[in-house]
C-alpha cells in the first residue's frame, strides 16, 4: 500500500507542480509514445542482454516486494522459533526420532504444523541439513557456524540479484533519455527551415525525452531497487535467526537458552515478547503432555 501511495505522491508532485507552473500537457502526451518506446525500449533490451532468463524471472517476481513488503512478518518469527524449539527438543530426547522429521519434513506432523514455513525450501533445506550434520557428528559449533555464514552469504548475494539488476537499468535511463533527446534534436535539424512555433514543438519534443530517462530513473526504477534491496535483506534475517539459534544448540545450552537467543536475535519490529514466546511454548508443551 506505501509503494502505490509513493508512486501517485511522485506523480502528482512532478506533473502537478509542472501544470501549476502553467505547463501544458499536450507536446509532453504527443512525444511521449515515441520517447517511451524508445528510452523503455533499449532499457528493456539492456537488461535482457545482461540477465539470464532465470534472473530475469527472479527479478520480475521480487517487484511484487515493492508492493508486499517482507515476507515473513511477526507470527512467523514466533513459529519459526517453536518449530525450532520442538525439534531441538525431540533431538536431544530421542536422536533416533528426529530423523525422520528432518529426512522427510514433507511427511513430519512437526512441520505440518508451520505450513508457510515448510513451503520455503530454503529455511527447510538450512535446518534439516544442520540437524543432519550434528547426528552425523559434525557439531563442533564454530565450523557449523562458519559453514552456515557461507551458505547464507551465497543465498544473500543470489537474492540480492534483482535489486542490482534494476539498479543497473536506473542507472542507464539517463543516457538512454539524452540518446532520445539527441535524436529529437537530429529530427528538429532536419526541419531547420519551419517558422518558430514548429520548431519550438520540436525541440520540446525532444527534451521529453531527457525528462523521462531521468524520471524513470530516479522517480521509478531507482527507488524500486532500493526497497527490494531493503526487503531482501530483511528476509535474511529469519535465516540469520535459524543460525543463531542452532548454533546455540551446538554449544549445548538448554533448549529455552537456545531459543532466547534466537528472539534476542530477531529484528524488534518482528520480535516476540518474552511472555508471548512463554505462552507459545508452554501451549506446545502441553500438546506434547
Not at 56 to 66: A, N, Q, S
Not at 182 to 211: C, H, N, R, W, Y
Not at 218 to 231: I, M, Q, R, S
Request: aromatic content about 6%.
Amino acid at each position: 500500500m506505501i509503494g502505490i501511495i509513493g508512486i501517485i505522491t511522485i506523480f502528482v508532485m512532478v506533473f502537478g507542480g509542472y501544470l501549476m507552473a502553467g505547463g501544458k500537457m499536450g507536446i509532453i502526451l504527443k512525444a511521449l509514445p515515441f520517447e517511451m518506446t524508445m528510452i523503455g525500449g533499449a532499457a528493456v533490451g539492456a537488461f535482457l542482454i545482461s540477465n539470464d532468463s532465470a534472473a530475469i524471472k527472479h527479478t520480475l517476481k521480487d517487484i511484487g516486494k515493492v508492493f508486499k513488503g517482507p515476507k515473513w512478518k511477526h507470527d512467523d518469527y514466533r513459529d519459526l522459533l517453536c518449530l525450532l524449539f520442538e525439534l531441538i527438543r525431540l533431538a536431544r530426547q530421542n536422536p533416533v526420532a528426529i530423523e525422520e522429521h528432518i529426512e522427510a519434513p514433507d511427511e513430519s506432523d512437526i512441520f505440518a504444523r508451520y505450513p508457510k514455513i515448510l513451503k520455503d525450501k530454503e529455511a527447510v533445506a538450512l535446518i534439516c541439513d544442520t540437524m543432519r550434520s550434528a547426528s552425523m557428528n559434525y557439531d563442533d559449533p564454530h565450523q557449523v557456524e562458519e559453514v552456515l555464514e557461507k551458505r547464507m552469504d551465497a543465498n544473500m548475494q543470489h537474492a540480492m540479484h534483482s535489486s542490482h539488476a534494476l539498479q543497473i537499468v536506473a542507472d542507464g535511463l539517463p543516457a538512454l533519455g539524452i540518446v532520445a533527446a539527441v535524436l529529437g534534436v537530429i529530427k528538429t535539424m532536419a526541419s531547420i527551415d519551419q517558422p518558430p512555433e514548429v520548431l519550438g514543438k520540436l525541440i520540446g519534443g525532444a527534451l521529453v525525452g531527457t525528462f523521462l530517462g531521468v524520471f524513470l530513473a530516479y522517480g521509478l526504477v531507482g527507488p524500486f531497487a532500493a526497497k527490494v534491496g531493503d526487503v531482501t535483506r530483511d528476509e535474511q534475517n529469519f535465516y540469520q535467526l535459524i543460525r543463531e539459534v542452532l548454533v546455540a544448540n551446538l554449544h549445548n545450552h538448554a533448549t529455552n537458552i537456545c531459543i532466547e537467543v534466537g528472539r534476542q536475535n530477531t529484528p524488534s519490529h518482528c520480535r516476540p515478547s518474552y511472555n508471548e514466546l512463554e505462552e507459545a511454548l508452554k501451549a506446545l508443551k502441553q500438546a506434547a503432555a
